[in-house]
């Protein structure tokens, strides 16, 4: 990297290289020709814009900054021109409100159109042929876009979607200008102006262009354009002839062509255009203006700045210049034909159920070939293009074998090779590409689904959540198979949301909400329940409930504890581990992630003593499910034999080549899993040709056959059900599988343990390594039809022998689902006995899901549970190793709970509201339900003084944490600056009754914040803590921390290692206002719900995209885009004025949702 320190030195080199070595060294220099200038700051004559009259209509690029000429689809043969600068001229900009522009190649306008809704400095341009895609560079965000125009196929219209984007500063470019694409290797150049180099971008692993570590895996090389004679580079472009570079930049009064290593080739003298300020360059045809002296050769399209409109904020010059030049010599002399430069286009695999647009064969497929000549020998001046099949299993048919892009439909599954061959008459060229044709999918006999509808009808058959319906493909007709309110669900609230059937007709389930249930006691939407039937059908289900596994014991929720995570998709791999995915984001041992990943658990254990650890196994984000909404979370999930994912969303979803809604099920055929995930998808079912037009689907189980297809009978004859081992023992397992088609299958058994995995193939199977646990075993067999049949039973290994029994505990007070009052004083009693080991009472270990250990024995008192819904279990393991345990449900609510309340604390120094007066000191509480407002907690009575409270948060214990304006020594404390952070202990709350103690919570010196009294030093005046538990801050004015700087408009996560004297941990830019409209705000308050919205308020107006208000007012970021946050859509909240607070400044705040 050349900084601009040395850079007059590299300058100079390049100046004497070029200039005195160039004819030894390099091919010659040559002299460009103009062919035309264009003018484009009138695209719209004789209507022309006008600083003076403005002239509606009138439309025109003053600062032209790249340029693309396509060369492909139905856009071909015509210019992409973007202007960066446009939208800082209000008087141009706010009457055209375009700056984007497709013309022909003499200029004249097509379309224009709109970039802001992504980049508002589209400053470079770069053409994908491959697939139509447009490459945008933005040298404020740093960051280059990938965009695909939607099905009209223009660039810039309401259906293009950004479909990913590099962060240049991950390679430390800050000034990315120019780009150019050069599809035969899928590489992107990106010229930055600032450093004077070139970097060469190429995917990694991932296949996809997603930024350099750590953002992404791309590939990332450069050089220096000091040393070739260019400064501050700003245009570039790949020669598809020679595969060179070209780039302008200053002087400017020339082009340097370059190889894509960065060696001089030669330079182009451009002097005849009399650019002042070249900037994007492009390759394309003669545009058939006057006369072109180089016939055969592409010419260079030079879009020129003009003057800037720093210089004259109404300047309007922008101009485009066509250069014909001779083309590139092979070493040295008169030009000499090149063989032709050709790709046949990325490999593909391929879904079997692919079709090409006006095609009914499958599966077909776009051939995306590019074929680019030198135009000689000429005559005849032309390319012969033929595609031809070197190998598969099957035949192809081309759509046309004489066309670079066609379509090919293969006639069976497999890998297929094909060659692109050109002939220009003396010399050819070749190559090839892989074609992978997938399986077609499995047939389905069977898809059991729930819904999230509360009620409703299909085809005739009534339904509710608390239901599965099943949906028989042969007979097309729909049936209930599970009706929930036969066996207490519906009617007390209980509603299913995922599901799976297990081999054996049991049914694994989550539910929506936390509830009781027959035999179970307590379980929350982070536990999945066992429904073991005896009947199934409307009106007609029973059976019995058992806990299959508990959520909280390895990490999961429950959702009502802040960062809790609820299951809402569950099925099983084909080596017997349990996959789930979670609604919103998770945070488990070992993984985290979105609503559209899905996690493997291998487990140990199973039931309420659940253990066992957690894997990454999809990686939504990977394969295009990443709405940064709700959209796309998974709802429900089934696995194949073959590991085929089948997928169903919460709403509407698009993912590459495929798209629907809720009611839809698709398929992933993975071929890697894990974080590099990578999908080949197909639409399997679409649910509403079915009769499920409207709705959404909750969960999703698939049974896979052919119609009028048997499945085959699993027996398994030894072990018997419930049968115990000891740990070591060798056990037996003997199956038998018969088929009506097929006969007799048995040596084709699989068994599978649902703790140990994959056991052996065949009648029987020995094993004696099988570990400590309730196993339950699954013999199963497909036939030659698809259809699957199976059996399982459960066996219990013990560490002693198998008459142990496991001990019996009881918790005898308080009731279950009891309520008591932060703070009270609870006495939990229970009992334990063992038929082996007698009375184990005093060994009972007591847990809280919410706060962990209480204590131990018969007896154990508390008054220090936190505000929420804790799951209580007293457990016990006797001297077998057998556990036995009982849960209860308490809640624990505090004088807050119950209804909808915004807490603020103002910028005024005392004032009244509702009747309620207040000083700066003070947090105000207003309970939205009954519209009132209550003084929540009152400084002065709490000891605070002179010191006035600036932001603040409210932890689910009731403790308060807050910053104050200015430093101050506080009670319990001492000195404490306005960059620490301090908790109040409250025994009581409210006006002149506040008490409590004081505590540091976070220093900020420690981790580099303020003081604000030292030149530089940052002042917290906003506080919060994002779902996942950290800690987000804004501050009052600009900022640098340790690995992140920025202004009053941002937000900054902290990651702490320790907390109060010894802070410590790591900071990272969360929420970056400039790029989502807050740029001259400060904000002033800040609150994160549950699901990642974010709650501001503002010093002063503000006005944001759609939304404006003042300092009184609270309005809501619901994230666009990853972290850091880019994109948001907002939303006004609250109104502060129509409640009582006109003329006042919010200061802090805190939003309570129920």
């Not at 097309?476 to 297990?502: E, K, P």
């Not at 999908?679 to 049974?703: E, K, M, N, P, R």
Request: glycine share 12%; aromatic share 8%; proline share 5%.
């Amino acid at each position: 990297m050349t900084t601009r320190k040395n850079s007059w030195i590299l300058l100079t080199l390049g100046f004497i290289l070029s200039g005195f070595m160039q004819p030894s060294l390099f091919a010659q220099n040559v002299v460009g020709t103009l062919i035309q200038s264009v003018d484009l700051s009138c695209f719209t004559r004789p209507n022309c814009p006008d600083p003076n009259t403005m002239n509606p209509g009138a439309i025109g690029s003053p600062d032209p900054s790249g340029i693309a000429y396509l060369n492909a689809g139905s856009r071909a043969g015509h210019l992409l021109i973007s202007d960066g600068e446009v939208d800082e001229m209000d008087w141009l900009f706010g009457n055209q409100n375009v700056n984007a522009f497709e013309t022909t190649s003499t200029g004249e306008l097509l379309v224009s159109s709109n970039t802001i809704s992504y980049s508002d400095e589209p400053t470079g341009v770069a053409f994908n042929p491959l697939n139509l895609h447009v490459f945008i560079s933005d040298d404020i965000k740093r960051r280059i876009f990938e965009v695909a125009p939607g099905t009209d196929g223009v660039f810039g219209t309401a259906d293009d979607t950004v479909v990913g984007s590099i962060n240049t500063r991950d390679f430390n470019s800050t000034d990315p200008e120019g780009v150019a694409y050069d599809p035969t290797e899928g590489a992107l150049y990106i010229a930055d102006g600032l450093n004077a180099e070139v970097y060469k971008v190429r995917p990694g692993p991932n296949g996809r262009f997603n930024g350099a570590p750590p953002s992404g895996d791309d590939i990332v090389t450069s050089f220096d354009t000091l040393s070739l004679g260019i400064d501050d580079p700003e245009g570039i472009e790949w020669d598809p002839a020679t595969s060179n570079l070209y780039i302008s930049g200053k002087p400017a009064t020339r082009v340097v062509e370059a190889t894509t290593s960065g060696a001089l080739v030669r330079l182009i003298d451009i002097s005849a255009a009399r650019a002042r300020f070249p900037a994007g360059l492009a390759l394309g045809p003669w545009s058939g203006v006057g006369f072109d002296p180089h016939p055969g050769v592409l010419n260079l399209y030079i879009v020129d700045r003009g003057v800037d409109n720093n210089n004259d904020p109404n300047e309007n010059d922008g101009k485009l210049y066509e250069i014909s030049f001779p083309g590139t010599p092979s070493g040295g002399g008169t030009q000499e034909n090149q063989r032709p430069n050709l790709s046949a286009g990325a490999d593909q695999i391929v879904p079997f159920t692919a079709s090409c647009s006006g095609s009914t064969d499958r599966p077909c497929t776009t051939l995306n070939g590019i074929v680019n000549d030198d135009g000689l020998p000429n005559p005849p001046a032309q390319v012969t293009i033929n595609w031809s099949q070197v190998s598969g299993p099957g035949a192809v048919v081309f759509g046309n074998q004489n066309t670079a892009q066609t379509t090919a439909n293969f006639s069976a599954e497999g890998v297929y090779v094909l060659r692109l061959t050109a002939d220009d008459s003396e010399l050819t060229n070749s190559d090839e590409v892989q074609i992978t044709v997938l399986p077609p999918p499995p047939p389905l006999t069977s898809i059991y689904v729930s819904l999230s509808a509360k009620s409703g009808t299909v085809r005739g058959i009534p339904f509710g959540r608390e239901d599965i319906l099943r949906y028989d493909i042969d007979t097309d007709t729909w049936s209930l198979y599970f009706d929930g309110s036969n066996v207490g669900l519906g009617t007390s609230g209980v509603n299913l949301n995922g599901f799976h059937i297990l081999a054996d007709g049991s049914i694994l389930f989550v539910m929506q909400e936390a509830a009781t249930l027959p035999n179970v006691g307590f379980v929350d939407n982070a536990d999945i329940i066992r429904f073991i039937p005896t009947s199934l059908g409307q009106n007609n289900t029973a059976g019995t409930f058992e806990l299959y596994f508990k959520g909280a014991n390895v990490g999961l929720g429950p959702s009502s504890q802040v960062g809790g995570e609820k299951i809402d998709a569950i099925s099983f791999l084909p080596d017997g581990r349990l996959l789930v995915s979670t609604s919103g984001n998770f945070n488990v041992p070992g993984v985290s992630g979105s609503d559209e990943d899905l996690i493997a658990f291998t487990a140990t254990s199973l039931g309420a003593t659940t253990s066992g650890t957690w894997e990454l196994y999809f990686d939504g984000s990977d394969v295009g499910l990443s709405d940064g909404g709700t959209s796309e979370d998974v709802e429900g999930v089934s696995v194949n034999s073959n590991g085929d994912i089948y997928l169903t969303t919460n709403s509407n979803f698009s993912v590459p080549g495929v798209s629907g809604d809720g009611a839809d099920i698709f398929r992933c055929q993975p071929q890697s899993t894990g974080s590099t995930t990578n999908c080949t998808y197909d639409l399997v079912w679409s649910g509403s040709a079915y009769g499920l037009a409207g709705y959404s689907l909750d969960g999703i189980d698939l049974v896979h056959g052919t119609a009028g297809n048997s499945a085959p009978t699993v027996t398994i004859s030894a072990p018997v059900n419930n049968a115990t081992f000891t740990a070591g023992e060798a056990i037996t397992f003997t199956g038998t599988a018969s088929d009506t088609e097929d006969g007799n299958l048995t040596g084709s058994l699989t068994w599978i343990s649902s703790l140990n995995g994959a056991l052996g193939n065949g009648g029987t199977v020995n094993t004696s390594s099988l570990s400590v646990g309730t196993h339950v075993i699954t013999a199963s067999v497909t036939d030659s039809g698809g259809s699957a049949g199976s059996r399982s039973i459960s066996v219990i290994v013990g560490t002693t022998p198998t008459q142990n029994t496991a001990p019996g505990v009881t918790i005898n007070s308080p009731a279950n689902n009891a309520t008591f009052t932060q703070g009270q004083s609870i006495t939990f009693t229970g009992t334990a006995s063992d038929t082996e080991d007698g009375n184990l009472t005093g060994s009972l270990a007591w847990i809280s899901s919410l706060n962990g250990a209480l204590g131990n024995g018969g007896t154990v008192n508390t008054s220090s549970l936190s505000v929420g819904t804790h799951v209580i279990t007293a457990s016990v393991t006797d001297s077998g190793g057998l556990a036995g345990s009982h849960s209860i449900s308490v809640t624990i609510v505090s004088q807050s709970s119950g209804s909808a309340s915004i807490y603020v604390t103002t910028s005024t120094k005392s004032g009244s509201v509702g009747n309620i007066s207040f000083g700066r000191e003070d947090i105000l509480r207003y309970d939205i339900a009954t519209d009132s407002w209550s003084l929540y907690f009152d400084g002065s009575s709490a000891g605070l003084g002179s010191a006035d409270v600036n932001s603040f948060h409210l932890m689910a214990d009731g403790s308060i944490l807050f910053t104050i304006r200015d430093a101050a020594t506080l009670p319990d404390v001492g000195f404490v600056d306005n960059a620490d952070i301090i908790r109040f202990i409250p025994t009581n709350l409210g006006q002149n009754n506040t008490a409590g103690v004081f505590e540091l919570y976070f220093k900020g010196a420690n981790v580099g914040l303020g003081p604000s009294s030292q030149v530089g030093g940052e002042k917290i005046d906003a506080l919060s803590f994002l779902p996942d538990g950290r800690l987000l801050v804004s501050i009052s004015g600009s900022f640098s921390v340790p690995g992140v700087s920025g202004s009053q408009e941002d937000l900054i996560v902290f990651t702490a290692t320790s907390l109060g004297e010894t802070t410590s941990g790591s900071w990272k830019l969360y929420f970056d206002g400039s790029s989502v409209e807050l740029s001259g705000e400060d904000v002033d308050g800040a609150s994160v719900d549950s699901t990642g919205n974010i709650y501001l308020t503002t010093k002063g107006n503000f006005s944001v995209p759609g939304i404006s208000g003042n300092g009184a007012d609270i309005f809501r970021c619901t994230p666009q885009s990853a972290v850091p946050i880019v994109s948001c859509n907002y939303a006004l909240f609250w109104r502060g004025s129509e409640h009582g607070l006109a003329g006042h400044d919010i200061n802090g705040m805190h939003v309570i949702l129920p």
